[in-house]
């Protein structure tokens, strides 16, 4: 990727050291030539005038030198800079390079790709704003809270006009003398309207007109009554207005789903997760076919007799026998199961539903169980067709061993769906594991995998046939057979996947070199790495020496500059010839 062009270069030496990508003045002009950033060292030092690439890697791996102010104190304003300016031009450069209509097109494309979210935050939003508008359009001015015992003072005293009981409820509002209402027109007015069920709109208007509220005493009423009446005080009751009580729900239920949002949202997502595979799961079209699939022949020729099946050209039923449900996959990692199952998908003609075991694993009880009852249900309705299961033994082990009842509940659920399959069913499934001894003996048994096939390591030809067909699409420069024997001589005990990935390497090396074809040193290249993994330091009896001096160094050492041990013998403490 070419660096960004136009970032603003700093220069400060840098006292921490990651490895940063920066151009340095001392890298030789070769090595410049060929890579000009190159890895710095923790022993590399940057000088003042070293251009630093990537300004926001640097910055934040490493410490700033410390800034010094005035009276050589440490500046602290300096250090917890956010280098807004740098970020800014990087920005403004990046948005000069952009063109309206670009921007244009990537908003498109990004609506287009996040419409369930975009049209979920707008109608979340949509029902917030309304509620927010109800809340201001209901909103009236709350009547002064007063302690009961001014009421009860007041009232002695002779100011109260009017007492009103809130029905339902503990409040009581009351209005006195010298407040404006004291005439006693305005409250008869809303109490008149509150009792006649008037228009809940001037019902609002109602309680508007009490200007203090208090909150009922227990036992007291007796008393509070006999006083009003004493006073010849006006009092009555009434319901609180529909829209107050809409109001107050509405607050109640916003102030209790807000904190509980993000959990309800983290509830919504594994249960969704949970629908998604049955859901998402569609047959695909296998494009993968038996002479994509070598050195594994026995097990191919097992599974040629499924497809026939499968496609009718044996006539099984005639004799009265019935389809296998179940072929289970065996071997070691890497052997090509996926493989076979795929090309028995491709052979057939039919849907093929892939699915890993582990996607069954799951944290609520039953969940695991239901995707396997989805997967089946669908699998049948799309009959015939094939149901791939990879890694059984993460779903399929011996059950009652451990206190995992959601793992026993899910192969409880597969092994009845495997025996639940009526005998003109066509769904055959197809599990691959590389620990059959794992698994529970319900899951063996004749009616489910009856049928074990071993899938193992390729021999010599096997191995050949394998390259050849993943070197069907790579450009090389001498014959393919001859490279094909080379490396399956050179590869005892390799699997498919690692021939595969040797072919793969050698072409990603021939292509680093600039090459048109891959030669038979990428090929050789490409074996070390698998063989060795990729390292540049050789075990060396120096580095070997160093090596054990770390790990021992109370023992004197062990071998000696030309590589013997005290008493003569090699390093590892052999007599060598040579
Ligand atoms: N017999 C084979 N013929 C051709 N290619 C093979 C063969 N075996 C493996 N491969 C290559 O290796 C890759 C991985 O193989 P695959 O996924 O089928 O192995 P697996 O046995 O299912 O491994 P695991 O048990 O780890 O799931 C395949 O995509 C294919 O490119």
Redesign the pocket.
Known sequence: MAPPASPPLLTHACSSPPPILCSTSSSSSSSKSRNPYKVLSSSTSLSCSTPILFPHLQLSHCSKPPVVGIHGKLNPRRRFSLRLRPRLRLLSSRLKRTSLPDLVEDLGVALRRNSRIITLSASMSAVLGLCFLFLKLTAVPASKVVPYSELVTELQSGHVTAVMFEEGSRRIFYNTRGDGRENGETVVDGEALAMEGRKEKEKIGFVLKWKYSTRKIDHDENYLLSLMREKGVAYSSAPQSVIMTLRSLLITVISLWIPLTPLMWLLYRQLSAANGPAKKRRPSNQKVRFD?????DAAKEELMEIVSCLQGSINYKKLGAKLPRGVLLV?P???????LARSVAGEAGVPFFSVSASEFVELFVGRGAARIRDLFSVAKKCSPSIVFI??LDAVGGKRGRSFNDERDQTLNQLLTEMDGFESDTKVIVIA?T?RPEALDPALCRPGRFSRKVL?GE?DLDGRKR?LA??LRGVPLEENPEIICNLVASLTPGF???DL?NIVNEAALLAARRGGETVIREDVMEAIERAKFGINDRQLTRNVVRKGLDKLFPWIPSLIKRDGTTEDGLGFMGYQTLS
């Open positions: 994509d699939v070598e050195g594994v071997g990692p890497g052997t090509g199961k996926t493989l990879d890694e691959a590389n899938v390729p394998i067909v993943h699997v498919g996947a595969a």
